[in-house]
């Protein structure tokens, strides 16, 4: 049973930094591939971060070149540095194993697998 769980959200000030985690157990081919996802409250949900299976990277326009994405065999991380108030919202990790090598996505609907939830919060 495969099992996402993230970790590392919070209260943060406006230009600071976040890492989030998200513990991935189940899959037993480290070349899943992963993406992040955030929804703030009545917005629909994001795609803004996501790896394939042999690494390729994409990134949403609004977090390009602040935010990074990595991971190994069991842990995703998005590393999230100069955060704005817009940038509020529950952050969600998300993985899946069919489509390792095609290119990275943003949809929602390409992952099977979905973490809980960490709340993210920017003050100004």
């Known amino acids: 049973q495969v099992q996402l769980a993230e970790s590392g959200g919070g209260l943060v000030q406006s230009g600071g930094s976040l890492r989030l985690s998200c513990a991935v157990s189940?899959?037993?081919?480290?070349?899943?591939?992963a993406g992040w996802f955030r929804q703030a409250p009545g917005k629909e949900r994001e795609g803004i971060a996501s790896?394939?299976?042999?690494?390729s990277l994409i990134f949403a326009d609004s977090v390009e070149g602040r935010f990074t994405i990595s991971r190994d065999a069991v842990t995703l991380y998005l590393q999230m540095n100069s955060l704005k108030p817009e940038d509020t919202a529950m952050y969600y990790c998300a993985a899946d194993t069919r489509w390792r090598y095609l290119p990275a996505s943003l949809r929602s609907q390409d992952f099977r697998y979905w973490g809980q939830g960490t709340q993210v919060t920017v003050s100004s």
């Open positions: 790896i394939n299976g042999v690494g």
């Open positions: 189940g899959i037993t081919d480290s070349r899943y591939s």
